[in-house]
């Protein structure tokens, strides 16, 4: 069984591969990458791939080494979360792919973060995105939404390595690209002279395949200095809920912090609080903090809610299709943070024909009957 524990390879130098002998001599997990990837095993022997290695090998074992050592602290979370989520940990070659593991990483073409998101998908897939928070930044967040959207992909083209290819190329382009070479086979569109996927998207999957054949090598081998490095790894990051509106600086102080090194550690924080339509937010604190953090640490209760804003009654709301809990805390004059404390909502996503309670003052209250009073006149 492929635990998430696997992982924890950390900052390795891959120089157990030798390059004597054929791609699955020096690769023995290629089997396991290519048919959890839906890929056929002969492509191991493939002369275009064998050729992208040979060219490439050193370059991407030094990037693999680079993106170890930033997402060592990151890689047994993006794991245990695909694993949870029914997807190959596999995936988190992807991201390594796209970003490096760099927190900040941003393309020319504006697309962010760790799974290096555009703005309107993030937001498609229920990422707060604005001035004042990018949860494309957040590891956790943005790990949630990147599943939401491969499992999306695979819907619609029903096998793992389409889903890589349309995350890099778009949908649109992969199914245009099958419709004219008339098969989805994975031979005919990464043929090189063919050409029938974007030079980038055939590079792409390339990449995140030697990747994979890279990482799983080492996590299988027998050899004492790897086992070695996998022994040193130790996890020194936990993930936490904190709410909407909490001050950073109180974060800061609970946990004994200085602000550059708590702020290192969430690159998706840019403002002074977390911001009301940012619902519950994961932040990475260090894990000989969290007794301190679940002592000192205390979310806002209905009862305070209550206090603080005068709320007197409660009225019903039946989720309409297309509403959101920013809508809805709109429509009605409350933050969505106050919406997921007083239902005690799971998740921040809604499904139509939920029913709501929403919190209002007693004047509000008044002021829509005397509404519906005269309008009924």
């Known amino acids: ?145 990147a599943m939401r959207y491969i499992n999306a992909l695979y819907k619609t083209f029903g096998k793992w390595y389409l889903v890589m290819m349309a995350y890099n190329c778009g949908e649109g382009k992969l199914s245009r690209t099958i419709a004219r070479a008339g098969t989805n086979d994975f031979a005919t569109l990464m043929d090189d002279r063919r050409r029938l996927l974007p030079d980038q998207t055939r590079r792409y999957l390339k990449k995140i395949i030697l990747l994979a054949l890279m990482g799983e090598h080492i996590v299988e081998s027998k050899k004492p200095e790897d086992k070695q490095i996998k022994k040193k790894i130790i996890d020194g990051k936990t993930f936490v809920n904190v709410v909407a509106g909490t001050r950073i600086i109180d974060l800061v102080d609970i946990l004994g912090m200085s602000l550059p090194d708590f702020l290192a550690d969430n690159p998706q924080i840019t403002s002074s609080r977390i911001p009301a339509d940012a619902f519950l937010v994961q932040i990475a604190i260090p894990t000989e903090k969290l007794k301190q953090f679940r002592s000192h640490y205390q979310p806002p209760t209905l009862r305070k809610i209550y206090q603080d804003k005068g709320y007197s009654r409660l009225v019903a709301h039946l989720v309409a299709e297309g509403e959101t809990l920013n809508s809805i805390a709109h429509q009605h004059h409350v933050t969505p943070i106050e919406l997921i404390i007083t239902n005690e909502l799971p998740k921040a996503t809604l499904t139509p024909g939920q029913l709501l309670m929403i919190p209002e003052t007693e004047a509000l209250f008044q002021r829509k009957r005397l509404e519906r009073i005269f309008h009924e006149k």
Not at 103 to 113: D, I, K, L
């Open 1 to 145: 069984m492929r635990l998430w524990g696997r992982w924890w390879i950390g900052l390795v130098i891959v120089t157990a591969i030798v390059h004597a002998g054929s791609l699955a001599e020096r690769y023995p997990s290629y089997r396991y990458v290519l048919t959890k990837l839906d890929i056929n095993t002969s492509y191991i022997d493939n002369p275009q791939f064998n050729t992208f290695v040979e060219q490439n090998e050193a370059k991407y074992r030094r990037y693999y080494t680079q993106s170890l050592k930033r997402g060592s602290k990151l890689i047994p979370t993006f794991t245990e979360l695909l694993l949870g989520n029914g997807l190959s940990h596999l995936f988190v070659y992807l991201s390594m792919t796209e970003s490096g593991f760099q927190p900040y990483a941003t393309s020319r073409s504006q697309a962010a973060g760790l799974w290096q998101f555009m703005s309107a998908t993030a937001r498609h897939y229920h990422l707060v995105v604005n001035q004042t928070v990018d949860q494309r930044y957040d590891p956790v967040a943005s790990t949630q939404a």
